[in-house]
């Protein structure tokens, strides 16, 4: 009996386990996110534009201001989410929204959820 108790009890926290992950991952249209750090100055799993884009359209060349940006998902394909700024201006002054591959992003850092 005792056996029996320890085994249900065990199988019950590795069954629901996976299931917590799962709910971490979710992401819905509309959830605010904030731009993290990334290491180097380098986003790879937020993509921005190089810097020469940036340039050529006007826009200001700098990776340094984006970390505590707030960005809100206005749209998900995939695990790729199109993010916008949550104070309506323009990333970089030039580019109205950004694309993000959101589960290595959050697994990076690059973005935080809030």
Do not use: H, W
Request: proline share 3%; glycine share 8%; with cysteine.
């Amino acid at each position: 009996m005792k056996c029996f108790r320890i085994l249900s009890i065990f199988l019950i926290l590795i069954i629901s386990t996976p299931v917590n992950a799962q709910e971490d991952d979710q992401i819905s249209v509309g959830e605010t996110l904030e731009i993290g750090t990334s290491k180097n100055f380098q986003y790879s799993d937020v993509r921005f534009p190089k810097l020469n884009f940036i340039a050529k359209r006007g826009g200001r060349a700098s990776y340094d201001q984006l970390a505590g940006v707030k960005v809100v998902v206005s749209e998900i394909k995939n695990s790729t989410v199109i993010l916008k700024r949550k104070d309506g201006k323009k990333f970089f002054g030039s580019f109205p929204e950004i694309k993000a591959n959101y589960s290595d992003a959050i697994a990076s850092g690059e973005l935080l959820k809030k």
